[in-house]
């Protein structure tokens, strides 16, 4: 920032107690409210005078309130608009805008615009300088108005201590994080260029829980676990974050990530919260749990749509890199109110943007509470005004009834690829949470020698005969997964016509086909399935007629002979388990042609 060269700067610091006001030279007797009118009048002239690059220094730092004339606050905004619109800036221009709205005589007339023009910094580089100056005199303004107000509410009758530091709270942290931004220039203290906002911002940073292909909470974004009261959206929740701080590696079979500390609002009845935790601690868990789980107890100072900033610094102050929001509805005035609902957002934003992990739990609509237990639930499901739902990263929605001991978790806004539907079984005296058991595709596919369709895979993952294209396009994405991963290949089908198409067809890769490789190469989504046993063939007399297997047919019966049975009532996906297996058909490979079809 350039020194000045121009008009000296805030006679009004003077400090002579028994001046007489002179609006033209800016002396003020003692105890009138901070400010320094020639820097004001510097500024606006430099506007005037040099255009937009005296323009662009001063706006980085000046907001119009920052004005302690009136007079000068509307000159200053007329600036801005002729600048906005691309229009000069320049005395005339100003007052002939200015005349338009009426206002003119009011700031003093064409003869004050020339005059403070006249009088102008010779450079535009000097903006800033007096610009910082009616910066800091407004920020002293405001300091003194909140102590004033502060003592005017103390003295009232029935005042409450806690609503007014609350109060005082919200101002002060309002003037912090504006000084803050200031200092860095308002308008760029969050500004990076595209390139380093592609590669340097965490895009690509591994998941908080899941993986790369499937992630349930993604770092910088919000999970939301949805799902009516005893349904077990808390139980899981618990074990997200104690594998958060270290009492475990994965929930639900999904990798967890490490945090440094993790910080749980429990408003929403703390007692039975304590009691949920205490089925996963054990004495040898004290010093971690005392170290890195700290816990709110009841409602906040204020809710978040009022002190946006309030998430952040709560999380900050006590050295936090994951909240756990429990629940929504306590946090937020109401739900139903779009306004709010964005306020919270800007809450939410905030404390990803201090690299600060958000977790939120929160409830469906009761008019849907008694939905189909087999049908899929939508984000219209969950309560409130669908910005909390908009701005969340993932959503989860755990469908069931009260105190079930099994649920499905449905994955009903994703980040990357789409999780489940799963089946989980919760173990209530324990507080903890199984899938049941299932099998994988790559499995599946071994166990289909003829190949799979996606229709066929939406059938086996949502049980429904008929499903609908939503879940045949979930089923393509999953199957077009595995070959890309070279576990699977498409035999392209063709185009509808006359009598339909012809779908396109995946068989388990030759390249992965070893009845002595393990089943767990690579991790798939687990879909609910029963195979039903092929029919053994009775001879093998009508093998010598027929013709010789071509390669395709070789690859697709080493591949069901290469399944092996296993069991297990349940399984976990995760980086280190081993995959539940089903008894497979095998057929020979001299068997008739049709039984293998």
């Known amino acids: 920032m350039s020194q000045p060269t121009g008009p000296a700067h805030g006679p009004s610091s003077s400090g002579a107690a028994d001046a007489v006001f002179d609006d033209d030279h800016a002396v003020f007797p003692k105890g009138t409210p901070p400010n320094d009118l020639d820097a004001e009048r510097a500024v606006i002239g430099a506007c005037m005078a040099l255009g937009a690059p005296a323009i662009d220094a001063a706006r980085a730092i000046l907001d119009a309130g920052d004005f302690y004339r009136p007079a000068h606050e509307t000159i200053w905004r007329a600036i801005l608009d002729l600048a906005f619109e691309g229009a000069p800036t320049a005395a005339v221009a100003v007052a002939d805008r200015l005349r338009g709205a009426g206002v003119l005589d009011r700031v003093g007339g064409v003869d004050y615009l020339v005059r403070l023009a006249a009088e102008a910094p010779p450079s535009a580089n000097n903006a800033d300088y007096y610009a910082v100056i009616v910066r800091r005199e407004s920020e002293l303004r405001k300091l003194h108005a909140t102590g004033i107000r502060t003592v005017q509410q103390a003295l009232l009758p029935g005042a409450q201590p806690d609503e007014i530091r609350s109060a005082l709270d919200a101002e002060v942290r309002e003037g912090r994080e504006r000084a803050l931004a200031s200092g860095n220039s308002r308008l760029s203290r969050f500004m990076v260029?595209?390139?380093?906002?592609?590669?340097?911002?965490?895009?690509?940073?591994?998941?908080?829980?899941?993986?790369?292909?499937?992630?349930?909470?993604a770092a910088g974004e919000s999970l939301m676990i949805v799902g009516a009261p005893g349904v077990g959206k808390t139980t899981i929740a618990h074990q997200v974050i104690f594998a958060r701080i270290g009492l475990g590696e994965s929930a639900l079979g999904m990798p967890v990530a490490e945090s440094k500390r993790v910080l749980y609002l429990a408003m929403d009845r703390p007692q039975q919260i304590?009691?949920?935790?205490?089925?996963?601690?054990?004495?040898?868990?004290?010093?971690?749990?005392?170290?890195?789980?700290?816990?709110?107890?009841?409602?906040?100072?204020?809710?978040?749509?009022?002190?946006?900033?309030?998430?952040?610094?709560?999380?900050?102050?006590?050295?936090?890199?994951?909240?756990?929001?429990?629940?929504l509805k306590d946090a937020v005035s109401t739900l139903v109110d779009d306004s709010l609902a964005i306020a919270y957002n800007s809450a939410r934003n905030r404390a990803l943007r201090e690299g600060i992990q958000v977790l939120e739990l929160h409830h469906q609509r009761k008019a849907t509470a008694d939905a189909p237990r087999g049908q899929r639930p939508t984000l219209d499901r969950v309560y409130g005004s669908t910005w909390l739902t908009s701005g969340a990263g993932s959503v989860l929605f755990v469908a069931g009834e009260a105190g079930d001991p099994v649920v499905n978790l449905h994955h009903l806004k994703t980040v990357t690829g789409e999780i489940g539907p799963l089946t989980?079984?919760?173990?209530?005296?324990?507080?903890?949470?199984?899938?049941?058991?299932?099998?994988?595709?790559?499995?599946?596919?071994?166990?289909?020698?003829?190949?799979?369709?996606?229709?066929?895979?939406?059938?086996?993952?949502t049980g429904d005969k008929k499903p609908d294209a939503a879940a045949i396009g979930r089923a393509r994405r999953r199957l077009n997964t595995q070959v890309k991963s070279g576990l699977a290949e498409v035999e392209k089908g063709s185009a509808g016509g006359i009598g339909g198409g012809k779908e396109d067809r995946y068989f388990t890769s030759a390249r992965h086909i070893?009845?002595?490789?393990?089943?767990?190469?690579v991790e798939q989504p687990a879909i609910p399935l029963t195979v039903v046993p092929a029919t053994p063939p009775t001879g093998t007399s009508q093998a010598s007629s027929e013709p010789p297997l071509t390669d395709a047919e070789s690859r697709r019966v080493a591949a069901a002979t290469a399944a092996s049975p296993g069991t297990g009532r349940f399984r976990e996906r995760s980086r280190t388990s081993t995959t539940a297996t089903v008894v497979q058909p095998v057929v020979a490979p001299d068997a008739p042609r049709k039984n293998r079809r």
């Open 274 to 327: 304590a009691r949920a935790m205490a089925r996963l601690v054990r004495p040898e868990h004290e010093k971690l749990v005392r170290e890195r789980l700290l816990i709110w107890e009841g409602p906040l100072p204020s809710s978040l749509d009022k002190e946006p900033g309030l998430l952040a610094e709560l999380a900050t102050a006590h050295g936090a890199d994951t909240i756990v929001i429990d629940s």
């Open 193 to 217: 260029d595209g390139w380093d906002f592609v590669t340097k911002t965490g895009a690509d940073k591994e998941p908080l829980w899941g993986t790369r292909g499937e992630t349930a909470w």
């Open 514 to 521: 070893s009845a002595s490789a393990p089943l767990t190469a």
């Open 424 to 461: 989980i079984v919760h173990d209530h005296e324990a507080g903890t949470s199984a899938v049941e058991e299932t099998i994988d595709i790559a499995e599946l596919l071994r166990a289909t020698p003829d190949g799979v369709t996606a229709k066929h895979l939406a059938t086996a993952m």
